[in-house]
């Protein structure tokens, strides 16, 4: 396949549905593409012993470009479910472990920068900690209630999710990859008239660290693109942290900043599909976005601003009510090879600055929610 995010995408699965005859499965995932590589052994028992508990477990391999870094990360996990009652409610218990690595990336926002050179870029901002690596075990907690009518092409119905995730070294991680997150996930559809769905969506999380060099940068959020806030590019909203020039005269500096990520973050979608060509799937999509990412750790406001000359991307800001808002339109296909999305977003005010373009097209494959 191809996406304007990743380029060309290579993907193959091979699945065995009711593998022992009680509705297990096993599957193996491999993507390959221009910023994610995966390799993913998943196994599901939906009636663990014959009971209402489900088990599941998975091992996996992935390397993921962010910005300006690299997420190499490789791990496997454990996950029991069971039923609250009500067969829509759902609690969730999984223990996670991961091996992170972070790497440079060799351009992104800095532009043709060379990775060693970009290597020599860390140490110059108060932000090296955030640079760590290592065994990071987590255990999740989440509550979920689904009442969609169809989980993968719902039109009617309400989901919401709530999770908490806790690092720490008594659970063997190591003691600079502790943290806690929470997050909450709410999703409506609502059929306007025939085949006119209206959907909402709004997502906030927050991750937090009791150490003083903060959460690393791979636990941070990184919004903005397809799969968040459209009409803006790939992980690019929230906080960010100059260069300081006089350090390093040597080194080309970014009149960007650096995006280091938030600790919180916040959006929303609002859509209304509608079909153009119903018979074959081919369906169009109006839709609004908004949202941001914001830091809590006062430590990076030590460096030197990014240039940008916005608040909404000030390390040293907290501001919920600054969000970055677009609008859209788009094209919307079921093929035989999956979910198509065409879709162009339009910054209700952008930031030249930031190299935001005044109508973003992206094309991916795949549900959006």
Known sequence: GFSSIESFILTGQVQQQNLFGNGQSLSLQLQLSGIRQLVQLQFLEPYFFDTQWSFG???????????FFTRDSTGGSLTFGHPLGDYRL?????????YVQIGAATAGLFGNVPTGQVQQLFPQLPLQNLFRAGLTNTLRLTLTWDGRNNRLFPTEGFYASWST??????????RNNTFIRHGLDVRAYYPIIENVIFRARADWGLVTSRLPTGVPVYERYFLGGVFSVRGFPLNSLGPRLGIARDRDPNVVPSSRGVPIGGNMQFFYNLEIEFPIVQEVGIRGVVFTDGGNAWNLNGQYCD?????????????????????R??????????????????????PFQRNQALGEQEIDFQFTIGNFF
């Open 57 to 67: 477990f998975d091992v996996f391999k992935t390397v993921r470009q962010l910005s």
């Open 90 to 98: 759902r609690l969730f218990a999984q223990f996670r472990a991961d």
């Open 165 to 174: 995730e806790i690092s720490d070294e008594y659970l063997g991680s190591e």
């Open 303 to 323: 460096g030197p601003p990014s240039g940008v000359g916005a608040s909404a991307n000030d390390p040293c800001q907290f501001q919920p009510w600054d969000l």
């Open 325 to 346: 808002t677009s609008w859209g339109f788009g094209i919307r296909w079921v093929s035989p090879l999956g979910p198509l999305r065409f879709e162009w977003g339009i």
